[in-house]
Nanobody
């Protein structure tokens, strides 16, 4: 049974920070690249960041580069996203997903979580 559970979301003021966690089970987490994807209200899915299976390489969308940091702990089957310098436009549901193809292409993603809501507002 595959299970992917995001946590750590919440309400934060502009300029603030959060750390999201994604706990995975039911598949070989350590063998797969993983990604974060977000969906802002009324908008489509937007790829945010990806990380290789061992965590050696990372990639970020231009909209978050320099502010967000992706990481993973394979011993804990957990993916993380550190969100710094948050802006109101970062408000979205943030999803964790596996990227079996390692190409950061949304149609290929699998094992989606239920999402964690991040709201940036003063």
């Amino acid at each position: 049974q595959v299970q992917v559970v995001e946590s750590g979301g919440g309400l934060v003021q502009p300029g603030g920070s959060l750390r999201l966690s994604c706990a995975a089970s039911g598949f070989t987490f350590s063998s797969l690249p993983m990604s974060w994807v977000r969906q802002a209200p009324g908008k489509g899915l937007e790829w945010v960041s990806s990380i290789t299976n061992r965590g050696g390489l990372t990639a970020y969308a231009d909209s978050v580069k320099g502010r967000f940091t992706i990481s993973r702990d394979n011993a804990k089957n957990t993916l993380y996203l550190r969100l710094n310098s948050l802006k109101p436009e970062d408000t979205a549901m943030y999803y964790c997903a596996a990227d079996p193809g390692g190409r950061c292409e949304l149609p290929d993603f699998a094992y989606w979580g239920q999402g964690a809501q991040v709201t940036v507002s003063s």
